[in-house]
């Protein structure tokens, strides 16, 4: 049986407006987990651009420093970090000049200012950035014995010492990210 | 480009929904953007969407969460209160803007 429509009359088009969908539920419950090893600073942003990107478009995160991605959370050294031209062949530049003496300061000045350039933040305010935003930072256990550091010398932010079992269990179906 | 009706207005939107054309929008027409979308929008909600779109009349490009964030005084953690889950795409398409291109 087929609705007739009156003559003289229009029946009324679609109304329902177009919207993004924000909140699919294929998008609820993704999980993301980034283990940051690095401790240079050309190699600490990757996983806070990735940890901020992931966190803005609603997906939990966890980051896991260890070894040398301690120095990312550590107080004494987490402004600290620098970046090398030795052993990098990247900046297409004799790799002997690298070791010259004040070499390594300068190239941290340069990658700081071109960083601060695009209005990202230095490494500890990122940090504060990533965790307002919902982010959450672990320790490795093995890092911190093997650094004899407690976490008193950890940002006040990082939730905890984990060992790498703990960190492997409250990750479970977490997508995941070594860098 | 499709068109869609909201609010009695008939606005130009791309696939997804986000208004193409910034001059089609208005304080009425963002108040029902946020309501499609699941907000109310409050005097805090209100401070950005007008500082994004203060911000694209003047820089041409919708602001990052970060630029919000930092630009107008807001701390991160109380724009995810206010837009949560999305909050740098949201606040884009509640002021009738592109989604943010930057990275951070």
Not at chain 1, 96 to 111: E, V
Not at chain 1, 122 to 128: A, H, Q, S, Y
Not at chain 1, 147 to 155: F, G, I, K, V
């Amino acid at each position: 049986m087929t609705t007739q429509t009156a003559p003289g009359t229009t029946q009324a088009p679609s109304t329902a407006p177009l919207v993004p969908s924000f909140d699919t539920p294929t998008s609820e419950g993704r999980k993301l987990a980034i283990i940051c090893s690095k401790g240079t600073l050309d190699m600490a942003y990757p996983g806070l651009i990735l940890a901020n990107a992931a966190l803005g478009e609603g997906v939990e995160t966890h980051l896991f420093f260890t070894f040398w991605g301690f120095d990312m959370i550590n107080k004494k050294t987490s402004g600290e970090l620098k970046f090398t031209m030795l052993g990098n062949t990247a900046t297409h530049l004799p790799q002997g000049l690298g070791g010259i003496p004040g070499m390594t300061h300068l190239a941290t000045s340069q990658l700081k200012k071109s960083i601060a350039e695009l209005d990202i933040p230095e490494v500890p305010e990122f940090l504060d950035q990533i965790v307002g935003s919902g982010g959450h930072l672990w320790a490795c256990r093995m890092s911190a014995d093997m650094q004899h550091l407690t976490e008193a010398d950890l940002r006040d932010d990082v939730e905890g010492i984990i060992s790498a079992s703990d960190f492997i269990e409250l990750t479970e179906g977490a997508q995941l990210l070594f860098i | 480009m499709p068109t869609t009706t909201i609010a009695g207005h008939a606005v130009e939107v791309n696939d997804e929904g986000f208004l193409t054309r910034p001059e089609q929008w208005s304080d009425d027409l963002g108040a029902e953007l946020a309501r499609l979308i699941g907000i109310e929008l409050t005097d805090e909600h209100w401070k950005l969407v007008h500082f994004l779109r203060d911000d694209f009349a003047r820089q041409g490009e919708t602001a990052t969460l970060r630029r919000v964030s930092t630009q107008s005084g807001t701390p991160v953690k109380s724009i995810f209160h206010l837009f949560p889950g999305k909050p740098a795409k949201k606040m884009a398409y509640v002021a009738g803007l592109p989604k943010p291109k930057g990275c951070v």
